[in-house]
């Protein structure tokens, strides 16, 4: 009988390696994505923008949450609370304006008219910041920790690009807040 | 087996991969002193020319990847599978090098990182780990269809997550710190455009070399699977034979 071909013990062809560390990882990557999910649906708004904050001020008290517009070159001032370096600066977006106390040193892009996104809270009452005199002046500040800096999809250079200047100095590119001298 | 036999190489891979390291140095010539600066990002600007033809490297794998699957489950095509799974591979290397490079990009011009808030940075996080996920299972083991099969679907999954990253900035205006789209929205010097469309064809043009040599490593260890099957399949008739022989002669 040379046809025989009874079903033997198998003999792995080749080593791979174990499935159950694959299996797991899988399975582990399985639970990373739902809950990076779960976060981005559930999550709150990352950011308000200066309009939505004023108007909603009220619902969100204390709280801390996130804030996006474009600060006014104007009324920005360096200083120190105590020992701690603080930026004072008024930002504005959709028509409304938001007086800022940024505690710890400003980001390195931060400039008028970039656009900042700022983790803080209100506070019920004006900012304190030697030389500065908030635009909004409504009787509260913005008082934040964490600046970061959202810059446009302009990359362009001033040196090069003489329209922008023309732009700028025409006010186009420029919030509607006007500072008094 | 022959040298050969088992090299992935050929006259066009050599003539790609020259093109690529050709391109990669004029890339850097032009990122670095070609193009100017930014006037507001000043040189942290140049990480475009290496960000953005990442993330297109992204699409083009995923679109590869989800072609792949699709025609895997229609014609159940060995082929086309091992299409995917090498697409699927590329793709976790333009993902990592896209999350990387625009971590680093980020730092000196938004001031992290990272942001856990940011709907596109955690959608290709996802999007990387989906992938992760996908390789894992095509190293599982097991019945090599059914494994194909699952990986599959993954796979297509994994592509859904794509014109999400794409449309993120335009649907999510709110919750991204990203600026809209750069080729289509932006505002770019011709010299920027130009070294950014460098960088993008030196990045198809790695994709297609990296591809042809993957598949041909699919392509080989399939065989080789064929191989093994057949000569356990020989060595185990010649023992029964032998064992037959030797049963007659008692």
Same mark, same amino acid.
């Given at each position: 009988?040379?046809?025989?071909?009874?079903?033997?013990?198998?003999?792995?062809?080749? !080593?791979?390696?174990?499935?159950?560390?694959?299996?797991?990882?899988?399975?582990?990557?399985?639970?990373?994505?739902?809950?990076?999910?779960?976060?981005?649906?559930? +999550?709150?708004?990352?950011?308000?923008?200066?309009?939505?904050?004023?108007?909603?001020?009220?619902?969100?008290?204390?709280?801390?949450?996130?804030?996006?517009?474009?600060?006014?070159?104007? !009324?920005?001032?360096?200083?120190?609370? +105590?020992?701690?370096?603080?930026?004072?600066?008024?930002?504005?977006? +959709?028509?409304? !304006?938001?007086?800022?106390?940024?505690?710890?040193?400003?980001?390195?892009?931060?400039?008028?008219?970039?656009?900042?996104?700022?983790?803080?809270?209100?506070?019920?009452?004006?900012?304190?910041?030697? +030389?500065?005199?908030?635009?909004?002046?409504?009787?509260?500040?913005? !008082?934040?920790?964490?600046?970061?800096?959202?810059?446009?999809?302009?990359?362009?250079?001033?040196?090069?690009?003489?329209?922008?200047?023309?732009?700028?100095?025409?006010?186009?590119?420029?919030?509607?807040?006007?500072?008094?001298? | 087996?022959?040298?050969?036999?088992?090299?992935?190489?050929?006259?066009?891979?050599?003539?790609?991969?020259?093109?690529?390291?050709?391109?990669?140095?004029?890339?850097?010539?032009?990122?670095?002193?070609?193009?100017?600066?930014?006037?507001?990002?000043?040189?942290?600007?140049?990480?475009? &020319?290496?960000?953005?033809?990442?993330?297109?490297?992204?699409?083009?794998?995923?679109?590869?990847?989800?072609?792949?699957?699709?025609?895997?489950?229609?014609?159940?095509?060995?082929?086309?599978?091992?299409?995917?799974?090498?697409?699927?591979?590329?793709?976790?290397? &333009?993902?990592?090098?896209?999350?990387?490079?625009?971590?680093?990009?980020?730092?000196?011009?938004?001031?992290?990182?990272?942001?856990?808030?940011?709907?596109? @940075?955690?959608?290709?996080?996802?999007?990387? $780990?989906?992938?992760?996920?996908?390789?894992?299972?095509?190293?599982?083991? /097991?019945?090599?269809?059914?494994?194909?099969?699952?990986?599959?679907?993954? /796979? @297509? $999954?994994?592509?859904?997550?794509?014109?999400?990253?794409?449309?993120?900035?335009?649907?999510?205006?709110?919750?991204?710190?990203?600026?809209?789209?750069? @080729?289509?929205? /932006?505002? $770019?010097?011709?010299?920027?455009? &130009?070294?950014?469309?460098?960088?993008?064809?030196?990045?198809?043009?790695?994709?297609?070399?990296?591809?042809?040599?993957?598949?041909?490593?699919?392509?080989?260890?399939?065989? @080789?699977?064929?191989?093994?099957?057949?000569?356990?399949?020989?060595?185990?008739?010649?023992?029964?034979?032998?064992?037959?022989?030797?049963?007659?002669?008692?």
């Amino acid at each position: 009988m040379t046809g025989e071909l009874t079903p033997r013990a198998p003999r792995p062809l080749r !080593s791979r390696k174990a499935p159950w560390v694959a299996l797991v990882i899988a399975l582990a990557v399985v639970v990373a994505v739902a809950a990076l999910i779960v976060n981005l649906v559930e +999550g709150s708004l990352y950011f308000y923008n200066a309009d939505e904050a004023v108007e909603e001020r009220s619902d969100i008290g204390d709280r801390r949450f996130t804030l996006q517009g474009s600060p006014i070159g104007c !009324s920005i001032v360096e200083g120190f609370s +105590g020992d701690e370096p603080v930026v004072a600066f008024s930002l504005s977006f +959709g028509g409304a !304006s938001v007086d800022v106390v940024h505690h710890g040193d400003p980001a390195e892009l931060f400039q008028a008219d970039v656009p900042v996104v700022l983790d803080g809270a209100w506070v019920a009452q004006p900012p304190v910041v030697e +030389g500065f005199t908030g635009i909004a002046n409504d009787g509260w500040h913005f !008082s934040s920790d964490r600046m970061r800096v959202k810059h446009d999809n302009d990359y362009i250079n001033d040196d090069e690009y003489d329209e922008r200047l023309t732009l700028s100095d025409a006010g186009a590119d420029s919030t509607e807040v006007v500072c008094e001298a | 087996m022959s040298a050969d036999a088992v090299n992935t190489g050929s006259r066009t891979t050599r003539l790609l991969g020259a093109a690529v390291l050709i391109g990669v140095l004029a890339l850097i010539l032009l990122g670095f002193f070609g193009a100017p600066e930014d006037d507001e990002q000043r040189d942290a600007v140049r990480m475009i &020319f290496v960000h953005l033809p990442s993330a297109f490297g992204i699409y083009a794998a995923m679109a590869t990847t989800a072609v792949g699957s699709v025609m895997w489950l229609w014609k159940r095509s060995r082929w086309w599978d091992i299409v995917a799974h090498s697409s699927a591979e590329i793709g976790v290397i &333009f993902c990592g090098l896209t999350l990387f490079t625009g971590s680093v990009w980020g730092r000196p011009t938004w001031n992290t990182y990272w942001d856990w808030g940011d709907v596109r @940075l955690v959608t290709t996080l996802i999007l990387f $780990l989906m992938l992760v996920g996908y390789l894992a299972l095509r190293s599982a083991g /097991g019945d090599e269809n059914a494994m194909a099969t699952r990986a599959a679907v993954v /796979g @297509l $999954l994994a592509a859904v997550n794509v014109p999400i990253i794409n449309r993120s900035v335009e649907w999510w205006s709110n919750r991204t710190l990203h600026q809209k789209s750069s @080729l289509t929205d /932006g505002n $770019l010097e011709d010299l920027t455009l &130009f070294t950014l469309f460098v960088g993008i064809v030196v990045w198809a043009l790695f994709f297609v070399w990296a591809m042809i040599h993957r598949f041909r490593i699919g392509w080989l260890e399939h065989q @080789l699977r064929d191989i093994d099957l057949e000569t356990a399949l020989i060595q185990r008739r010649a023992e029964a034979a032998t064992e037959s022989s030797g049963e007659e002669s008692r």
